[in-house]
């Protein structure tokens, strides 16, 4: 296969951002074993060749999808922490991240993928989001003892949430369910007065 595109022109750079929007939504619905280049072509309404004029494989399109999510989630976990200084309560902030996690990436099918490969991007995946974390936690007064054991704590507490709701069962409330892991991940940070 030969050099891939780096597009300056208008319309090639909406061609490329097609393909890449059309990744990202197989990849979230799919996973990243049941999406290919043919479905990535399909969804954007191209050619397989053109997606190869622009990326060599699939793997290079899920490597921009998590790093879009990290992107995402940088901002997100900023934004909500600042709200602290607005005098917002943490057990709030804290349910609209879970809420928000669980019905994103933590809903994906990626997660349940048992591939090697998807392990080790997800493995460094987690421990770039858990930096981006504990990051914006430090930026807004937010004390995490043992940072890197409570991410990865509170990555677990988020996981098992999500797979609580899709399995449900113990048909506890949505509400409660989630308010029982809030509180869960709320008594690991400190808010710094």
């Given at each position: 296969m030969g050099e891939t595109k780096n597009p300056i022109q208008k319309r090639a750079l909406e061609t490329r951002h097609k393909i890449i929007?059309?990744?990202y939504e197989l990849f979230t619905l799919k996973g990243y074993k049941k999406?290919?280049?043919i479905l990535i072509a399909k969804k954007a309404g191209l050619s397989i060749g053109i997606v190869?004029?622009?990326f060599k494989d699939k793997d290079?399109?899920?490597?921009?999808?998590?790093?879009?999510?990290l992107s995402r989630a940088d901002d997100y976990f900023y934004n909500q922490l600042k709200l602290l200084s607005f005098s917002v309560e943490l057990n709030i902030i804290v349910n609209n991240i879970l809420e928000k996690l669980s019905q994103g990436f933590f809903s994906s099918p990626v997660l349940n993928e048992n591939s090697k490969i998807i392990?080790?991007?997800?493995?460094?995946?987690?421990?770039?989001g858990s930096n981006l974390f504990i990051k914006a936690c430090n930026d807004?007064?937010?004390?995490?003892r043992n940072t890197i054991e409570t991410c990865h704590i509170i990555i677990t507490l988020i996981n098992a949430y999500t797979r609580d709701l899709q399995l449900n069962t113990n048909k506890m409330n949505k509400d409660v369910l989630r308010q029982k892991y809030v509180t869960l991940i709320c008594s690991l940070l400190i808010v710094k007065k």
């Open positions: 929007n059309a990744s999406t290919n280049t190869y004029t622009y290079e399109l899920f490597d921009l999808y998590l790093e879009h999510l392990k080790d991007k997800l493995k460094q995946f987690f421990w770039d807004n007064n937010v004390f995490v």
